[in-house]
């Protein structure tokens, strides 16, 4: 559907814009003053829906509703945002800002709005973070939880080591600093404030990691027996998650690129054909899962998927855990938001900068019942959340806010040098586009490099990295090692890097000596999958465990996942085959004395395992 709107925006920055929110050339774009208007149709509208305030426009009638709610909140911030920053100075009455995501907001003059000031912190701290000083200074006579009371009663060997703030700052949910569960105060405006910089239309901060976002978005959308849409290498919080909701699983199986021994995302027609199959069995999905960008980066067009969802009236869940940082700059892909996902889970503890285990569920559109997502978050969560935790992701965010669109300039160069560097090392494989074609980007601040010319696996690389240069990577595969490139890593750390691998390439065999081969993959996706029982009935089912190799053809019990990269080889219900048996030993075989542990499995050594006894 071609529906044309008018957009008002910096002329100035027109050029920008289209760039950053990858439009066509032939856009009419005419600049007038300082204003200009781009013309677009409603899929680049979905696109690029973060970037902009729609001041003037017409054929509205012909949006969607889901397009118009989210734009007219962000209107609304917008002129919130004008009556904290007018300036006498700047005419015209309109006038235009450049502020959260590298937004463009046309700032309306309106007085009769409540201005934001009454959550602006005097000291400029971000609004948990200024709460937490402020209750930590008390004088306070406490006799309430945490036992070590206000770091009176730290245990010295901990404070040795960290010393006594971040006790004195482990505060419960006193009134000052709210409740998580029905937000107030501090808590309710730093998600507010996190609402407005990812593009969400409400924002829950995590203590339990993106697992429990994953979990509670599954939950919140799919009932007992309905149907789950999700690629087989999902992370094994969307299993566990099934085993919670007793939603039934209907897998897609991700391209698998066997040189890298890495699996990819997922392309709109396998969503598409998934439905599909499900309609022609008379079953509709109550939503569709996709992970984007993968551990590896690989990102998927999630804009077309939920174009494809919103068509059936299906909700797309987003797992981001890797990509919080996306559309924040225009080498970056665009978020999940920004494509039109309903639910995003991102750990914002992963590339951003919060403490481990604080993560944020962002929630847009109107077909999600939040009322339902707060209910299953609070069955998820802790009573006890950690208000460190929770400040961490105020902090993270506000370190975002303070230069959304060069903060991450100095990262992606670091990360393009040794890239640059690395791929001119004999031997040395660099991961890019062109090994998985049908995706549209690979997060460019990770770095995976194949060592397979050198005769090399990634284990064994790793291991002379780690002892000879003290490089500690992010995933080590059969084939490959990746890298996280973040806010905090320097040059020193990049040359530390480049010179640890070219004396691997100089320590190893010669280039050409090797003979590849990867007849087991851990990531491998199975293609013969055969569901005995749903992820639910497995769990609950009375079970007995057997010697490994007397498993072959019963149904597994237990979720056995390699982590990393965290992706469950065989799932609670499913026909054990001789296939994934070879594959996980494989994997045990391959990674002795290595970092990756057998999640899951009962017996770590593999010599038992647990089988439905049915
Ligand atoms: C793809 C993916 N999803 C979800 C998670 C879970 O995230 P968290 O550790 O924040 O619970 C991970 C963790 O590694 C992951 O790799």
Not at 227 to 238: E, G, V
Not at 536 to 556: H, T
Not at 586 to 599: C, E, L, N, P
Request: net charge neutral; charged share 20%; aromatic share 6%.
């Amino acid at each position: 559907m071609a529906v044309s709107i008018t957009l008002s925006i910096d002329g100035s920055c027109c050029g920008e814009f289209q760039q950053l929110c990858r439009l066509e050339p032939k856009l009419s774009h005419k600049p007038r003053k300082h204003f200009g208007w781009l013309r677009i149709n409603d899929r680049q509208l979905l696109n690029c829906k973060c970037f902009w305030h729609i001041s003037e426009s017409r054929n509205l009638k012909n949006l969607k509703p889901r397009d118009l709610s989210s734009h007219f909140s962000y209107c609304k911030d917008a002129a919130e945002y004008s009556s904290l920053s007018e300036s006498n100075s700047v005419e015209p009455e309109k006038r235009q800002d450049r502020i959260g995501t590298g937004a463009l907001k046309s700032v309306t003059k309106n007085k009769n709005l409540v201005p934001n000031s009454q959550f602006a912190q005097p000291d400029g701290l971000p609004p948990l973070v200024s709460a937490l000083k402020a209750s930590a200074k008390q004088n306070a006579a406490s006799f309430h939880f945490p036992g070590h009371n206000r770091g009176r009663a730290a245990p010295s060997s901990l404070t040795q080591l960290i010393g006594l703030r971040p006790f004195t700052h482990d505060l419960p949910e006193l009134p000052e600093l709210g409740n998580l569960y029905s937000p107030e105060g501090p808590i309710l405006e730093a998600q507010k404030q996190a609402a407005k910089l990812f593009g969400a239309l409400e924002t829950w901060f995590l203590v339990g990691g993106t697992t429990c976002g994953i979990q509670a978005a599954i939950m919140g959308t799919c009932s007992p027996g309905d149907y789950l849409i999700l690629p087989r290498n999902s992370h094994m919080s969307a299993i566990s998650a099934m085993v919670l909701s007793g939603a039934i699983p209907k897998y897609i199986i991700p391209e698998y690129n066997c040189e890298w021994d890495i699996a990819g995302g997922v392309i709109p027609s396998q969503v598409e054909k998934a439905i599909q199959e499900l309609e022609k069995d008379g079953q509709k999905a109550a939503a569709v899962f996709v992970t984007s960008p993968t551990y590896h980066g690989i990102c998927s067009n999630l804009s077309e998927i939920s174009q494809l969802c919103h068509l059936n009236k299906i909700p797309l869940i987003v797992d981001e855990a890797h990509g919080a940082h996306l559309g924040f700059h225009p080498q970056l892909p665009f978020s999940a938001l920004q494509q039109g996902a309903d639910l995003a889970v991102q750990s914002t503890h992963k590339v951003l900068c919060s403490l481990t285990q604080s993560s944020m569920l962002h929630i847009s559109g109107n077909i999600v019942d939040r009322e339902r997502i707060c209910r299953c978050l609070q069955t998820l969560q802790s009573s006890s959340p950690s208000n460190l935790l929770l400040a961490s992701l105020d902090a993270a965010r506000a370190q975002l806010n303070e230069n959304p669109e060069a903060i991450f300039n100095e990262a992606l160069d670091l990360a393009t040098e040794s890239k640059n560097l690395i791929k001119n090392i004999p031997g040395i494989s660099v991961f890019d586009s062109s090994s998985f074609p049908n995706f549209p980007a690979i997060e460019p601040l990770r770095l995976t490099f194949g060592f397979w010319q050198l005769g090399l696996s990634g284990y064994e690389a790793d291991e002379m990295l780690y002892r000879d240069q003290m490089i500690i990577c992010e995933l080590v595969g059969i084939q490959s090692i990746t890298f996280a490139v973040n806010l905090g890593t320097c040059r020193e750390h990049i040359q530390r890097l480049v010179s640890g691998i070219k004396q691997v390439s100089s320590t190893s065999l010669p280039v050409g000596n090797f003979v590849k081969s990867v007849e087991h993959s851990a990531l491998a996706p199975f293609t013969d999958i055969n569901i005995s029982l749903n992820p639910r009935d497995a769990f609950f089912s009375s079970k007995r465990k057997v010697g490994i190799r007397q498993s072959l053809g019963k149904i597994c019990g237990e979720l056995i996942c390699p982590y990393p990269p965290g992706i469950p080889v065989m799932i609670p219900g499913e026909i054990i085959t001789e296939r994934a048996l070879d594959y996980l030993l494989h994997i045990k075989s391959s990674t002795k004395g290595a970092s990756t542990v057998i999640g899951g499995a009962s017996d770590p050594s593999l010599s038992t395992i647990i089988i439905c006894d049915l």
